[in-house]
């Protein structure tokens, strides 16, 4: 069965520090990868996905992902973060047409 | 705009009553799941389909149900609600073709007292 380790659970950043958040992922075939972000009272919005081709994969709001299949990541970046950015990262892994597994989350707080 | 919308938002209900949460997807999309979300958990798999009248268990499924009859709607019982079903529900669906992303409703925080 696949699982998602998400390695940092709350994560705090001052303005304009630069964000890495963990993945990692356990499945041997194909895996199309998903990282999702969940403000405060609201509901998943996608950021950005990993289904094939460049494994550096550019999402919205300037985050951006890298595939590395050998070490069975899928890390979340952004070079400079905003107050903005506080909310909760979820990465999720699916293979085909199966239901999306999801990491238990990674709280982000960032602080002026 | 497609959209996936979720009913009731919020729902106080007692232990022991039978409760049906909504959710209705525009995408046209084929495939719908349940979570519940809870602190610590993350996402948890409640049921999803498939298609019409196709329906399976995810990973935290019992005294939860779900039918499907049409395309756009998967509703969610719970039978007979426990304290340990308040959490919030999220519904999603998604294409059956990659790269088989989900959208997400909005959420329905549900209380058992």
């Known amino acids: 069965a696949q699982s998602v380790s998400q390695h940092n659970h709350h994560v705090i950043l001052s303005e304009a520090a630069s964000l890495e958040l963990g993945c990692n992922y356990s499945?041997?075939?194909?895996?199309?990868l998903f990282w999702y972000v969940q403000y405060p009272g609201q509901h998943l919005q996608l950021l950005l996905k990993?289904?094939?081709?460049?494994?550096l994969v550019k999402g919205i709001k300037g985050f951006e992902a890298e595939f590395i299949k050998s070490k069975f990541s899928f890390n979340l970046r952004k070079p400079s973060v905003q107050w903005s950015d506080t909310a909760e990262y979820f990465c999720?892994?699916?293979?085909?047409?199966?239901?999306?597994?999801f990491g238990k989350g990674t709280r982000l707080s960032v602080i002026a | 705009d497609a959209e996936i919308t979720q009913s009731p938002r919020h729902k106080i209900t007692e232990t022991g009553r039978q409760v049906t949460l909504a959710c209705h997807q525009t995408?046209?999309?084929?495939?719908m799941f349940w979570y519940r979300q809870d602190l610590g958990h993350g996402l948890r798999l409640i049921h999803y389909?498939?298609?019409?009248?196709?329906?399976n268990k995810g990973e935290v499924s019992d005294g939860y149900s779900v039918s499907r009859s049409n395309t756009e709607d998967l509703p969610l019982t719970l039978e007979s609600a426990a304290s340990s079903q308040t959490s919030v529900y999220f519904c999603?669906?998604?294409?059956?073709?990659?790269?088989?992303?989900?959208?997400f409703g909005p959420g329905t925080r549900l209380t058992v007292t």
């Open positions: 999603a669906s998604s294409e059956t073709r990659g790269p088989y992303e989900q959208y």
């Open positions: 499945y041997g075939g194909t895996v199309n």
């Open positions: 990993y289904f094939s081709g460049d494994p």
């Open positions: 999720a892994v699916g293979s085909g047409n199966t239901p999306l597994v």
């Open positions: 995408w046209n999309h084929n495939n």
């Open positions: 389909s498939y298609g019409v009248h196709d329906t």
